[in-house]
């Protein structure tokens, strides 16, 4: 079993700041790439922010300059710092992995439960 467990949400006023984290948990045997998706009421589930194992980093046009992912790869923790935050970042926060459970074995995709981000104006 794995697990991904997000926790960092809640109520901020326009222009505020929130991190929220995601810690990996369970049969793992090594991370490929780590992200961060989104999901407002109403809207389709967008990917706001990748991390690769390497630590290349790919974030979508409506993020940029003012969220930064990071991972920490001993933790199998990825974090998102959100800066600037502005009333249409609203949303249901997910976090998500590629991994691999087993040695030898192959990459699996993975959605925690997600955490609620609310931006008041």
């Known amino acids: 079993q794995v697990q991904l467990v997000e926790s960092g949400g809640g109520l901020v006023q326009a222009g505020g700041s929130l991190r929220l984290s995601c810690a990996a948990s369970?049969?793992?045997?090594?991370?490929?790439?780590m992200a961060w998706g989104r999901q407002a009421p109403g809207k389709q589930r967008e990917l706001v922010a990748v991390?690769?194992?390497?630590?290349?980093?790919n974030y979508a046009d409506s993020v940029k300059g003012r969220f930064t992912i990071s991972r920490d790869n001993a933790k199998n923790t990825v974090y998102l710092q959100m800066n600037s935050l502005k009333p249409e970042d609203t949303a249901v926060y997910y976090c998500?992995?590629?991994?691999?459970?087993?040695?030898?074995?192959?990459?699996?995709?993975?959605w925690g439960q997600g955490t609620l981000v609310t931006v008041s104006s």
């Open positions: 991390i690769r194992s390497g630590g290349s980093t």
């Open positions: 369970g049969s793992i045997f090594s991370i490929n790439a």
């Open positions: 998500n992995a590629d991994l691999i459970r087993f040695a030898g074995g192959v990459a699996y995709n993975y």
